[in-house]
């Protein structure tokens, strides 16, 4: 926040990698700071970029998919104690936001929801099953989205696979051409 803010002062535009703070107040001043200051001010997601992502972003703009009717988001992946235990701030509500889903999964949600659209309605569940005597957020979770353009969409993600299966986004359509 303090280097959001600093940069907004100085009239530099900002591009801030995920999360952009974990405190939604925080966030409403780095905004804030930006539209006083007249600064573009935005996050970057940068799997956007990748071939294969514009690839998908395409056919569903050209509408060689149709309407977009289903999507899906599975996270498979696996990080040891130790991975939680190189920086202070891992596997805490208070510092990290979340677990699996902001930290691991964030990018292919993203994916996500940039190819089926806004979502206006979520049901899921999550829990620690297995990392829980050394963090406090979440390994493993599951949601069911629906969109607002009617589109239905699930995410799986976990940090419990072990060997990683790694992660997959896939859009499908009305049209097969």
């Known amino acids: 926040g303090a280097v959001v803010m600093a940069a907004a002062e100085a009239g530099v535009h900002v591009l801030c ?20 200051a007249g600064i573009k001010f935005g996050g970057i997601f940068q799997r956007r970029f990748w071939p294969a992502a514009q690839r998908i972003r395409d056919a569903i703009d050209t509408g060689k998919l149709g309407t977009v009717t289903l999507g899906e988001c599975a996270v498979r992946i696996w990080r040891p104690e130790s991975y939680f235990a190189q920086d202070a701030w891992r596997g805490k509500w208070a510092t990290e936001g979340g677990g699996v889903l902001m930290n691991q999964a964030v990018h292919a949600i993203d994916l996500l929801q ?39 969409a699930t995410i799986q993600a976990a940090s419990t696979y072990n060997p990683t299966f790694g992660f997959r986004v896939a859009v499908h359509g009305t049209s097969c051409a």
């Open 17 to 36: 990698e995920k999360p952009l703070t974990v405190d939604i107040g925080e966030a409403n001043r780095m905004v804030e700071a930006a539209d006083k």
């Open 114 to 152: 940039w190819y089926v659209g806004p979502v206006k309605e979520v049901f899921g569940r999550y829990n620690t099953f297995m990392h829980g005597a050394y963090i406090d957020v979440e390994d493993t979770a599951v949601a069911t989205l629906v969109c607002e353009n009617g589109a239905l």
